[in-house]
């Protein structure tokens, strides 16, 4: 079983520092981590996945998280907040062989200030 | 844009009907997953179909159904509609396999009152 826990349901940045957004997992098995981002109105749009491999792993729009399986972590940051990024970003997580059954976070909503 | 259409993007029910929301697939893709996402929750797994076969479903009864028809398009049925059910409905097609990336319709957002 899987479960994901974002700290902070809202975040408040302003333009030009760094956005850090708190995931941290519990899976019984290797875990596929993956961060989307939801706009108002819209559906879920993917950021970046972790599967195997390098764990610092880049995404669009200058994202990138790392996967730190010792402390059980896939903390989200991107270095310079743009008001576009003002959003709902939800980190989600998967086994290996379960495609497509996401177990997705509470979300953390992101305020971009000028 | 994804691909993905989801119809119809809004509906209001009162409690005890019934309700069919549908979901169009990205082209060439065979499996199509169905969340619900309640107001200031993330979606939660409700279930999978591949290849018209359910394959995989989470903690919902037995009211929550689905089809998905040869095309790969897909209906999410919900029977004796309860207030809780109120909610952002949301599918997602993708090729089978662990690698595959889920693209994410826009949604239907249904009211039961």
């Known amino acids: 079983a899987q479960s994901v826990t974002q700290l902070g349901s809202h975040v408040s940045v302003s333009e030009g520092a760094l956005v850090l957004l708190r995931c941290n997992y519990s899976?019984?098995?290797?875990?596929?981590l993956f961060w989307y981002v939801q706009y108002p109105n819209q559906g879920l749009q993917l950021l970046l996945k972790?599967?195997?491999?390098?764990?610092l792993v880049k995404g669009i729009n200058g994202f990138e998280a790392e996967f730190k399986k010792s402390e059980t972590s896939f903390h989200l940051t991107k270095p310079s907040a743009h008001m576009s990024d003002a959003a709902e970003y939800f980190c989600?997580?998967?086994?290996?062989?379960?495609?497509?059954?996401?177990?997705f976070g509470a979300g953390t909503q992101v305020v971009v200030t000028p | 844009e994804t691909g993905v259409t989801q119809s119809p993007t809004h509906l209001i029910k009162t409690r005890g009907q019934q309700v069919t929301l549908r979901c169009s697939s990205q082209?060439?893709?065979?499996?199509v997953s169905w969340y619900q996402q309640a107001l200031g929750q993330g979606p939660q797994f409700i279930f999978q179909?591949?290849?018209?076969?359910?394959?995989g479903r989470g903690n919902f009864p037995p009211r929550f159904s689905g089809l998905q028809f040869p095309n790969y398009s897909s209906e999410l049925n919900v029977n004796a509609l309860e207030l809780d059910d109120s909610a952002l409905y949301l599918c997602?097609?993708?090729?089978?396999?662990?690698?595959?990336?889920?693209?994410f319709g826009s949604g239907t957002q249904l009211s039961v009152l």
């Open positions: 179909y591949y290849r018209e076969e359910e394959n």
């Open positions: 899976s019984s098995v290797p875990p596929y």
């Open positions: 972790y599967t195997t491999g390098a764990t």
């Open positions: 997602a097609s993708s090729l089978a396999g662990a690698n595959e990336k889920l693209f």
């Open positions: 082209s060439g893709h065979n499996t």
């Open positions: 989600a997580v998967s086994a290996a062989d379960s495609w497509g059954k996401l177990q």
